[in-house]
């Protein structure tokens, strides 16, 4: 029995420390899908563009589902706010 709880705690243990250093918040998703559209802006070569760009969409369709994630646990308005987070760092992308 105490070899069990002491698995669980151990596990318990592991979960968060993964969530916590490694789950990124709205603002660090979205900045990063933006440095990879600046990125794209950059590249000359018009097969080199549309190769990252494809990367880019990816990376965008990935961080926008961990803030779906994100935002599981909270409320409708609190979602909302999340998403809106997440687009508005988008649209100021320059």
């Known amino acids: 029995m105490k070899n069990i709880i002491k698995i669980i705690l151990v596990g318990g243990l592991l979960v968060f420390t993964i969530n916590f250093f490694f789950n990124k918040s709205t603002e660090e998703l979205a900045k990063e899908v933006c440095d990879c559209y600046k990125t794209v802006r950059k590249i000359q070569n018009f097969d080199e563009k549309l190769k990252k ?42």
């Open 53 to 94: 760009g494809a990367e880019c969409k990816n990376l965008y369709m990935d961080n926008l589902d961990k803030v779906n994630e994100i935002a599981s646990d909270m409320d409708y308005e609190q979602t909302k706010q999340e998403m809106a987070k997440f687009t508005l760092i988008l649209e100021k992308c320059q």
